[in-house]
């Protein structure tokens, strides 16, 4: 090791301690804690941390990196007891500090992407101490129940799942274990979009509504705001606004659905895919600048239940599971034709089921080909707007027909467009 390679080690523990230190530092302005490390002590503790890996190593001796962590431990012990002393049982900075000699000793033994990563993970869970003390105040007992259902359907049922497909061809194209990874996966993301609802609070702004009611639900967000813009009227172009914001995110979801599932298809979907959302988020954007001077639409927010219960993902997975094998079905007895006729009934209730399915049959030298694939996802994604734009169309106040209808139309024109006449 030459004396550049060992600079940029020790360099990268001083720059990890410095970065677990500002958040410390920061923290002890904020909070007027009185802590016993800030950012000149977490990176000297780095520093220590790499020095001692350092000497261990050209010494032969490990007991010297063992010897220094125990007098560390004991300066951390003392600080923790003046905390009490002070009413503060709290541990986060002792561990963080034992954390950060940690990392130091990493980054000198030459692992500075895993010293790098480590620095900024718990750099991050520092400072995400208000986003999580409010999450836990806004979560209830049935959202403690779902999370709990939702972490034993993945860590421990999902494993246990044969791997083995159902059956001969059609019955082929699904395996129990296939089908409850893309309700894990499907789940997953409604559950990310329902924390950061509770975590930021969804009544914060109406864009914001739509933006994460979108990953929870896009068919719920226009259901609410069909209804609701009958009576806050002179709200109408913000509700619109909210309803094509989780409409793009809907595409959105397809795209992230396709690079998880079957990258080699997104060069497919890309293009029609991702010009539907960009019209959307448009269409929003000139409501937005044209009314920005408008009232608070805080009234006009949606509310959300915990998208994890175990009703709804059993009936996505058996959703997944049929459209996977009469996908398959379909394209082995009646051609593309079938598959697409498929894709408008899927469509009709669900995109993910199709999108999934359609990226899992075209992988490879799968039993639906990649032309025929993307066109699937494109007619789905365009007959559930169709669909959404009709529940506004049906529910909604009128003038919120006027104002959805164009956007509609030049969405499910341009994307099929796109994808059957380029």
């Not at 924390?195 to 864009?207: N, S």
């Not at 927010?301 to 996977?324: C, D, M, S, W």
């Amino acid at each position: 090791m030459d004396f550049t390679e060992l600079m940029i080690r020790f360099g990268t523990a001083l720059g990890a301690g410095l970065l677990v230190g500002l958040q410390r530092q920061h923290a002890k302005l904020q909070e007027a804690d009185d802590l016993f490390a800030g950012t000149r002590t977490f990176a000297l503790i780095a520093l220590l941390g790499a020095m001692s890996a350092y000497v261990a190593d050209k010494m032969g001796a490990p007991l010297v990196f063992i010897a220094v962590l125990v007098v560390l431990g004991a300066y951390v012990g003392i600080g923790y007891a003046r905390g009490i002393g002070a009413g503060d049982i709290g541990l986060t900075t002792e561990i963080a500090a034992l954390l950060t000699y940690l990392v130091g000793a990493i980054a000198a033994a030459g692992e500075l992407t895993i010293a790098a990563a480590s620095a900024v993970g718990i750099t991050t869970l520092l400072a995400l101490k208000p986003w999580t003390e409010r999450l836990v105040q806004s979560i209830d007992a049935e959202d403690l129940q779902a999370t709990l259902r939702f972490a034993v359907v993945a860590a421990l049922v999902l494993p246990l799942l044969p791997n083995e497909p159902l059956g001969p061809a059609p019955w082929d194209a699904a395996s129990p274990f296939q089908v409850g990874l893309m309700v894990v996966f499907i789940s997953g993301l409604s559950f990310l979009g329902y924390a950061l609802i509770k975590v930021v609070g969804a009544r914060r702004g109406v864009g914001l509504t739509g933006i994460l009611g979108g990953l929870v639900s896009s068919t719920a967000v226009t259901l609410t705001i069909a209804e609701r813009s009958r009576e806050a009227v002179e709200l109408l172009r913000i509700l619109g606004m909210t309803v094509m914001l989780a409409w793009s995110i809907m595409y959105g979801r397809v795209l992230v659905e396709v690079v998880v599932v079957n990258r080699d298809l997104l060069s497919e979907v890309v293009i029609p895919i991702a010009t539907g959302g960009l019209i959307l988020i448009a269409w929003a954007a000139s409501i937005y600048w044209q009314d920005r001077h408008g009232r608070d639409p805080a009234s006009g927010t949606a509310e959300f239940a915990n998208p994890f219960r175990l009703k709804p993902a059993i009936q996505f997975g058996l959703l997944y599971g049929v459209v996977l094998v009469g996908s398959k079905a379909a394209s082995m007895y009646l051609g593309s034709t079938g598959v697409y006729t498929g894709a408008v009934i899927a469509g009709i209730a669900d995109v993910d089921a199709i999108t999934l399915s359609m990226a899992e049959l075209s992988r490879g030298d799968g039993s639906v080909s990649p032309d025929t694939a993307a066109n699937a996802i494109v007619i789905a994604a365009a007959t559930n707007t169709l669909v959404k734009g009709a529940m506004i169309w049906f529910l909604g106040n009128h003038r919120l027909r006027r104002l959805i209808g164009p956007v509609v139309i030049a969405t499910v024109i341009v994307t099929l467009a796109l994808t059957f006449v380029t």
